[in-house]
């Protein structure tokens, strides 16, 4: 059983920064790929961006390629979300969630087996 707790959201003006993290619990946090989701208000969950077991490895949704960094520190079982040049159209709860069962990841909220609370991220324009 993992548990994941996610900080940093926030209200931020359009062009700003914020950094998400999402801290694990358990010992196998290196063996998860870990990823990022959000959803806004009347929207389906999407995916933002995941990294691989040993954070060599990441992928981008293209609404926010070359804006949003994601990277881990296994020693600290945490996973961290840089989003620079936020947009408005980037509100949402963002929710970080763990994949015990792939190495290489999925796109997919259903790819993931633990999920955490979410926190929320405003962009005013």
């Known amino acids: 059983q993992v548990q994941l707790v996610e900080s940093g959201g926030g209200l931020v003006q359009a062009g700003g920064s914020l950094r998400l993290s999402c801290e694990a619990s358990g010992r196998t946090f290196s063996r998860y790929v870990m990823g990022w989701f959000r959803q806004a208000p009347g929207k389906e969950r999407e995916f933002v961006a995941r990294?691989?077991?040993?954070?060599?490895?990441?992928y981008y949704a293209d609404s926010v390629k070359g804006r949003f960094t994601i990277s881990r520190d296994n020693a600290k079982n945490t996973v961290y979300l840089q989003m620079n040049v936020l947009k408005p159209e980037d509100t949402a709860v963002y929710y970080c969630?763990?994949?015990?069962?792939?190495?290489?990841?999925?796109?997919?909220?259903?790819?993931?087996?633990?999920w955490g609370q979410g926190t929320q991220v405003t962009v005013s324009s």
């Open positions: 969630a763990a994949d015990s069962r792939s190495y290489q990841g999925s796109t997919s909220p259903t790819g993931y087996d633990y």
């Open positions: 990294v691989s077991w040993s954070g060599g490895r990441t």
